[in-house]
């Protein structure tokens, strides 16, 4: 593992803990409550949005069928590409604990998920990769539909759940989407270059 040099990052960190933990607090204590304790742990898990990658997948593939393909495998390649950057590169360089992992934070916030792994919280893989897809899709299918910016909501919902459940803070989400926004701005491209525009108007 290349880490970035220590007295770099802590004297960073730092400046950014502060805020953080005011933040992360807020979300998991104050602005919660029981009927947020049992639904949002289960909008972090793929599973739970299975439904809306098959809709989306069924629809793009009947209506185009072979630029839908080629759409498909954009998004496999914008989540890829995600994942690799997140937790193979930025996570294996910079390290910082997960507000779960240290003690002191944990003592002040209340967990609704048995995860909570040793690897860096910065960035969020599940930030990063659901604003990629959102990008993705926003990008590849508003000229489909005036709502493709919801694409948004349903990331930054994803995101949100994650500070709430106390195993990334919300610097980490913030950075991840930001990256993962880039990374699907450029696949989105990729897929316009190579396939062009996808339009229902004949």
């Known amino acids: 593992m290349v880490l970035i040099p ?32 049992k639904i949002l742990p289960f909008m972090r898990e793929t599973m739970f949005w299975t439904p809306l990658y098959l809709f989306l997948g069924l629809f ?6 072979a630029k839908g393909l080629w759409w498909i495998l954009g998004v496999v390649l914008t989540a890829a590409l995600a994942d690799l950057l997140s937790s193979q590169v930025i996570k294996q360089t910079i390290m910082r604990i997960r507000p779960c992992q240290d003690i002191e934070v944990a003592s002040q916030l209340r967990f609704f998920i048995n995860y909570c792994p040793g690897s860096s919280s910065f960035t969020s893989s599940h930030a990063t990769s659901h604003f990629a897809q959102a990008m993705f899709f926003f990008l590849t299918l508003r000229k489909l539909s005036k709502w493709a910016w919801l ?4 990331a930054a ?3 949100y759940t994650q500070i709430y459940v106390g195993v ?15 990374i699907g701005y450029f696949m989105a491209k ?13």
Do not use: E, M, R
């Open 168 to 182: 990334h803070y919300p610097f980490d989400v913030f950075c991840g989407g930001l990256l993962g926004c880039g």
């Open 151 to 154: 694409f948004f909501l349903w």
């Open 60 to 65: 793009i593939v009947a209506n185009f069928p």
């Open 6 to 37: 220590g007295t770099i990052l802590l004297t960073f960190w730092q400046h950014i803990q502060p805020f953080d933990l005011w933040l992360i607090t807020l979300i998991n204590q104050q602005l919660g409550n029981q009927y947020l304790d």
């Open 157 to 159: 919902i994803v995101g």
């Open 190 to 202: 990729l897929f316009h270059k190579h396939s062009g525009l996808l339009s229902l108007d004949k």
